[in-house]
């Protein structure tokens, strides 16, 4: 006997789980619904099986194929216009010439279908309907038949005065050939409404089968939830995957799970999964293949579909969350919230509850969201950040993401135009490296390949002709989880707003250039990036001058990039250096707060042991340095760059210094008494790096450890900041515990505070009246002088905050400029 299973349906009402798929491609337990039908056909020997498409036919095909590795014979049945139960039916006729069983792909059942066929067969019926009992029925087709089963009456979605028998209709039917005569061709036709109906007041031989068993029709967004609950209850002869631990707890293979996390069955527990520390998941949750569950996540009656990342601290409670998610720290997910796939809710976000949020939108950190987002993006502001593209690898940076992020960088090039590229040593920033190559090849463009060397080399390359662009991937120094692509252009500088913009509209539009097989890029693979570079550095500094100084190091490389090109560089000046850390190691590449730390006490003890002239912390990007001096006590960021100023006004020769808004007003001070001039900038990288590529600026730095000697290159570089403090301290003629004595810390204050980017340009409007009378500066948000001081209120570029900074005589005059501000924005956004 053959079985036609009817697949057509879209779903609307579980929208937004079915707004990119059909219905019964709907996972219950990480495989589709229509996948249990059919393992319920086969163990019934009905293996040869029709299915009836018509919303997203493709995905249904691409998954299922033929059917031959479940063990049964698919063929498909496609409608071009939706024709209802009856007439998909009606389109897959040439198929069915004998007695066969119709069945929905998208309910969820156990019923014995052996003893529904020989039912129909003993009571020799051209139509037999599965019935089950429901207490409520006002949702279902009620079918009313008297003792003998024979069929008497339909009611279709009464109401409860028509409500005579709690016997609804299931959707599963046994038919017979002949039915087709009530079948209409081409026409929208309904078993239920127009054909069973139509059959009966012929008089045609009708019953109805009261199964026992389960059955639930997974109609609506509370179906579904319940068929999960029901399923882990037991209720029906279908088994959750994996293996079943105590207290009712499913694990799939491969899945980690943490000692420490509190698991409370009944849970079902993906392949792959992973929960770590202090996370809880609570009974009735089940959490799809791949899904990362990070270190205090709560899980409870929810329900997350596979590859979706829950951050630290986020609590999800009753909610639908789709595939490819990545729900960030501290969110929280309320009760009947459903979450469409591929969304990213930001962090410290609050869905509340019963809100439904379609796929692929965006929800910006810290919003409060209320209402369903349908049609907004809600979101994607841009892909750049301050540095470059940055995100969680594998979740927000993926090889996809990259291959289309190249396609989109080469797209704006001319074809044949070389690139150069380079990663730090993780894993993860050489496979973004190599999708990012395969990108730029797939446009026409050449990739210049340096392999692992700190970002100032692939800037060097670029800036010396050797490509017209670069690309550097690496980590960030604090997070091993974070990649970060960075783009330069022809000059070594991070690419300009206009053309991140180009970028950022050939990545959303999807308007990528393709060539001709004759036309793909090269990769090439360069053998003397790093000499080059390091033979460009040598020739910017005064070389003699440093080696008759003999002057004894301690590097910390931080098992970086930089302990693969900055070594020999030293030794060519005839330093004596005491290496640290001076090997590659990925796992150690990244460092967290408390580890720079303990890195920077080891430095200063080594200083103090080797009687060293100073000691250098290099950040594994090879571009930010932090500072020991010569009796092993480290500098503070302000403090050191306030000591390049000094030093370079003294000896750097003619030219501007450089600084952010945020730097403390002894820059002036210092400058002043150098003759020298300070020309502020705005408080991004690039700002700094546009500056510094002026030709009457010499110097330029931040209070991140990072400095520009544009005298080589106008971008950061900690090789040439440390060989530019050599050159200096032999001017100079001092030790460094001695110059630093000049300079003391400046009173700062630094605090952060929400607020939404549509409230941003009336905040901006209001500090600007209130300060109308006083001086102010506008170079980046605004700034406002006051007695001995200033306070510096700037709009975050990535994220719904205000930055707020304040400098004074004492820090507790700085805090409550800054607390006076946070204040003044509370009582405008609230």
């Known amino acids: 006997m053959k079985a036609v299973v009817m697949a057509g349906g879209e779903g609307t009402r579980l929208r ?13 337990f990480n495989r589709p619904i229509m996948e249990y039908i059919v393992e319920l056909l086969k163990s ?3 293996t040869d099986i029709v299915v009836t498409l018509q919303f997203m036919p493709q995905m249904i095909k691409n998954y299922f194929g033929d059917g031959s590795d479940i063990g049964v014979n698919i063929s498909y049945a496609v409608e071009q216009q939706p024709l209802g139960t009856a007439g998909s039916v009606k389109n897959a006729q040439d198929h069915l010439t004998e007695t066969f069983i119709v069945i929905s792909g998208d309910a969820l059942t156990d019923i014995d279908l052996k003893k529904l066929i020989k039912f129909h067969k003993s009571k020799r019926a051209m139509a037999t309907i599965a019935l089950t009992r429901k207490k409520n029925p006002l949702e279902f087709g009620v079918v009313i038949a008297n003792e003998d089963g024979q069929i008497e009456r339909f009611l279709e979605k009464p109401t409860w005065g028509e409500i005579f028998s709690d016997t609804v209709n299931t959707g599963i039917y046994v038919l017979e050939p002949e039915i087709f005569s009530y079948i209409p061709e081409g026409e929208s036709v309904d078993f239920s409404k127009d054909v069973f109906p139509k059959a009966l007041a012929d008089g045609k031989p009708l019953y109805g089968y009261v199964a026992d068993g389960y059955w639930c029709d997974i109609g609506n967004y509370e179906q579904y939830v319940q068929a999960h609950q029901e399923l882990m209850a037991g209720k029906a002869n279908i088994q959750p995957p994996g293996i079943k631990t105590r207290n009712d ?20 527990i993906g392949p792959h999964v992973r929960v770590e520390k202090d996370v809880e998941v609570h009974e009735f949750s089940v959490v799809g293949s791949n899904v ?15 590859n979706t990342y829950v951050g630290t601290q986020a609590h999800l409670h009753g909610c639908v969350v789709g595939k490819n998610c ?7 997910v309320d009760q009947g919230v459903v979450v469409g796939d591929e969304c990213v809710i930001g962090e410290n976000a609050i869905i509340n509850h019963d809100v439904k949020i379609y796929p692929f939108k965006m929800v910006d950190s810290g919003a409060t969201i209320n209402t369903s987002i349908i049609w907004e993006t809600r979101g994607m502001r841009s892909l750049f950040g301050k540095e470059g593209v940055t995100g969680l690898v594998g979740v927000d940076i993926t090889p996809d993401l990259a291959v289309r992020l190249a396609m989109s960088y080469g797209t704006s090039m001319a074809k044949g135009t070389e690139i150069v590229v380079s990663s730090d040593i993780s894993r993860a920033s050489r496979m973004i490296k190599r999708a ?3 990108g730029l090849n797939a446009t026409g463009i050449n990739s210049r390949d340096l392999r692992v060397v700190p970002a100032p080399v692939n800037r060097f390359n670029v800036h010396t002709r050797r490509g017209l662009g670069g690309i550097h991937i690496r980590i960030l120094e604090n997070d091993p989880q974070m990649v970060c692509i960075n783009f330069f252009d022809s ?5 300009k707003e206009s053309d991140r913009r180009k970028i950022e509209r050939c990545f959303f539009r999807g308007d990528f250039r393709r060539v001709y097989y004759t036309e793909i890029g090269r990769e090439i693979y360069s053998a003397r990036g790093r000499e080059y570079y390091t033979d460009g550095l040598i020739r910017a500094i005064d070389a003699r001058l440093i080696s008759q100084s003999n002057f004894k190091l301690v590097v910390d490389f931080a098992h970086g990039g930089a302990s693969l090109t900055f070594p020999a560089l030293f030794g060519d000046l005839d330093c004596e250096i005491v290496s640290l850390n001076a090997f590659t190691e990925e796992s150690k590449i990244a460092v967290l707060p408390e580890s720079l730390d303990q890195s920077l006490t080891k430095l200063e003890q080594t200083v103090k042991v080797f009687k060293a002239d100073l000691g250098v912390f290099i950040e594994n990007a090879g571009e930010k340095v932090r500072i020991i001096d010569d009796q092993g006590n480290r500098l503070s960021l302000n403090q050191a760059l306030m000591m390049l100023v000094s030093l370079m006004a003294k000896h750097g020769g003619k030219g501007k210094i450089a600084v952010p808004l945020s730097v403390p007003n002894m820059a002036e001070e210092i400058a002043k008494n150098a003759e020298r001039t300070i020309m502020r900038t705005k408080m991004s990288r690039q700002a700094l790096m546009v ?17 520009i000697f544009p005298k080589f290159m106008p971008f950061i570089d900690s090789a040439m900041t440390l060989c530019q403090l050599l050159e200096l301290l032999a001017k100079e003629g001092k030790p460094l515990s001695e110059i630093r004595k000049d300079f003391g810390e400046a009173s700062l204050a630094q605090k952060s505070i929400y607020c939404s980017w549509e409230e941003k340009g009336l905040v901006m409007r209001k500090l600007i009246e209130r300060a109308k009378d006083k001086n102010v500066e506008m170079i980046d948000g605004i700034k406002i002088h006051e007695d001995n001081g200033w306070v510096l209120v700037a709009p975050d570029q990535e994220q719904p905050l205000f930055q707020i900074y304040a400098e004074a005589e004492k820090n507790s005059t700085a805090e409550a400029r800054v607390d006076d501000i946070i204040n003044f924005i509370k009582s405008i956004v609230t």
């Open 16 to 28: 937004p789980l079915t707004s990119n798929q059909p219905k019964p491609m709907v996972p219950i």
């Open 44 to 46: 019934h020997r009905l």
């Open 249 to 268: 707890v499913w694990v799939g293979e491969g899945a980690y799970i943490d000692p420490s996390a509190d698991i409370d069955g009944p849970v079902v």
């Open 292 to 306: 990362v569950l990070k270190e205090g996540a709560h899980v409870h009656r929810s329900i997350i579909w596979e």
């Open 326 to 332: 990545d729900i960030k720290s501290g969110v929280r």
């Open 436 to 438: 990012i190559m395969a």
């Open 491 to 495: 000059s070594g500088l991070n690419l």
């Open 691 to 707: 500056a510094a590529n002026r030709r009457d600026v010499m110097f330029a730095g931040d209070q991140d450890g990072g400095y």
